[in-house]
Every structure is written in structure tokens, then in C-alpha cells.
């Protein structure tokens, strides 16, 4: 059974930076596709960013755009979230997501999405 998990939460100032990885046993993670998705509280899980399986093509919400990167090492089956300069609200739980077969125009929905991490605490202080 494919087993994501993740690791790199943590408490940081406005303005700094984290990287969060996930960590994918079960499948080889270039051909599955990956999102990044992430709760603040009392709100709906939302997407953050995305890597296609195959293409390596990336998909970012509007409001990380410029400052999150999602990417692959594939040596070690591993994906990561790469944040910078970040604000209060980017404060939540983010959770890595997995789906071999996931179509494009579906990525941004997490309900679409097969397999789960535990999701990892970020928090952003002013």
C-alpha cells in the first residue's frame, strides 16, 4: 500500500522559510502525480501546488505563486514544498497527496486525490 509521509513543519517569523518533504514508499513518485494541500482553521482543505506525474509539470494557487516550489528528488522518492517568504496566512496544516491516475483538470481537488500524508503543522508568527 502507498504510505506518504511527511516531514518539515514547523513554527517560523514572517518572511521565513521552510521546506516540507514527503516521503512516498509503494510507488515510484515521478509517475504519481503529487499535490500539496493545506487547513487553516475552521476552513475547507485547499489546494497549494501540484507535480504531474511524467511531465514534471508544476500548478501553483495564485497566492504562492512567486514564493512556494514544489519539486521531485527522485534518487531518494521524495517530494518536496519549498516556501518562502511567508506570511500568517500560510499558517496551517499542510498535507502531501498522491494519485497515479489523477487527470489534469482534477488536480485541484483534493477529494480527487487516492492517498494521503498526516498532514504537518506550519505556523507563521508575526
Known amino acids: 500500500q502507498v504510505q506518504l509521509v511527511e516531514s518539515g513543519g514547523g513554527l517560523v517569523q514572517v518572511g521565513g522559510s521552510l521546506k516540507l518533504s514527503c516521503a512516498v514508499s509503494g510507488r515510484t513518485s515521478s509517475t504519481y502525480t503529487m499535490g500539496w494541500f493545506r487547513r487553516a482553521p475552521g476552513k475547507e482543505r485547499d489546494f497549494v501546488a501540484a507535480i504531474f506525474r511524467s511531465t514534471g509539470r508544476t500548478y501553483y494557487t495564485n497566492s504562492v505563486k512567486g514564493r512556494f516550489t514544489i519539486s521531485r528528488d527522485n534518487a531518494k522518492n521524495t517530494v518536496h514544498l519549498q516556501m518562502y517568504g511567508l506570511t500568517p496566512e500560510d499558517t496551517g496544516v499542510y498535507y502531501c497527496?498522491?494519485?497515479?491516475?489523477?487527470?489534469?483538470?482534477?488536480?485541484?481537488?483534493?477529494?480527487?486525490?487516492?492517498?494521503w500524508g498526516q498532514g504537518t503543522q506550519v505556523t507563521v508568527s508575526s
Open positions: 497527496a498522491g494519485d497515479p491516475t489523477i487527470i489534469l483538470s482534477k488536480i485541484y481537488d483534493a477529494q480527487n486525490y487516492d492517498d
